[in-house]
């Protein structure tokens, strides 16, 4: 069964910094396409990025040239660095392999 767990979640100031890790169980990793979603209160959940498994990346405008998504194989993980957090990155950060999703870290950008 795959299971995935994030971390690394909090709280942060505008202009701060966070990295998000999530640890893949169950099947094997390198082969999957890992992506990073969120969801604020009361708004959809949304992609965020993604890492393929030959480690091509993609990323949602509103967090290119800030956010940069990696992976590492023999780890089982897939990590977000997140780089001049804004209030409005609040939210719920969820990690996803396939139609599996982990349970969420909350990320909050406050003052």
């Known amino acids: 069964q795959v299971q995935l767990v994030e971390s690394g979640g909090g709280l942060v100031q505008p202009g701060g910094s966070l990295r998000l890790s999530c640890v893949a169980s169950?099947?094997?990793?390198?082969?999957?396409?890992m992506g990073w979603y969120r969801q604020a209160p009361g708004k959809q959940r949304e992609l965020v990025a993604y890492?393929?498994?030959?480690?091509?990346?993609n990323y949602a405008d509103y967090v290119k040239g800030r956010f940069n998504i990696s992976r590492d194989n023999a780890k089982s993980t897939v990590y977000l660095q997140m780089n001049s957090l804004k209030p409005e990155d609040t939210a719920v950060y969820y990690c996803?392999?396939?139609?599996?999703w982990g349970q969420g870290t909350q990320v909050t950008v406050s003052s």
């Open positions: 996803k392999q396939s139609e599996y």
């Open positions: 169950g099947r094997i990793f390198s082969i999957y396409r």
């Open positions: 890492i393929t498994s030959s480690g091509s990346t």
